[in-house]
């Protein structure tokens, strides 16, 4: 089992920015994909972006041009780098890896973008 621990959330205006990180308990060269997803009050875990060790990266159609994922593979760390901020974007934000078929979860993140 992948052991993830994020940080970096917190409170912003909307327009404002956050970067998130998550640090991983093994190599993510070894992690088939790492990624991130998010949990609003009252709704449904939601998927935001994810990357591969290839550097190959998938962005939820709400996220795009605002979001970027990366990765650290010296510091096993990957990033959310959240640019222009909007309300809707409040949540809880969950790093999420996928190792020898079996999924992992870190404990969330809260984020929340005031208007």
């Known amino acids: 089992q992948v052991q993830l621990e994020e940080s970096g959330g917190g409170l912003v205006q909307a327009g404002g920015s956050l970067r998130l990180s998550c640090a991983a308990s093994?190599?993510?060269?070894?992690?088939?994909?790492m990624g991130w997803y998010r949990q609003a009050p009252g709704k449904q875990r939601e998927f935001v972006a994810n990357i591969t060790p290839g550097g190959n990266t998938n962005y939820a159609d709400s996220v795009k041009g605002r979001f970027t994922i990366s990765s650290d593979n010296a510091k096993n760390t990957v990033y959310l780098q959240m640019n222009s901020l909007k309300p809707e974007d409040t949540a809880v934000y969950y790093c999420?890896?996928?190792?020898?078929?079996?999924?992992?979860w870190g404990q969330g993140t809260q984020v929340t973008v005031s208007s």
């Open positions: 999420h890896s996928l190792w020898a078929a079996r999924s992992s």
């Open positions: 093994l190599s993510i060269i070894s992690i088939h994909v």
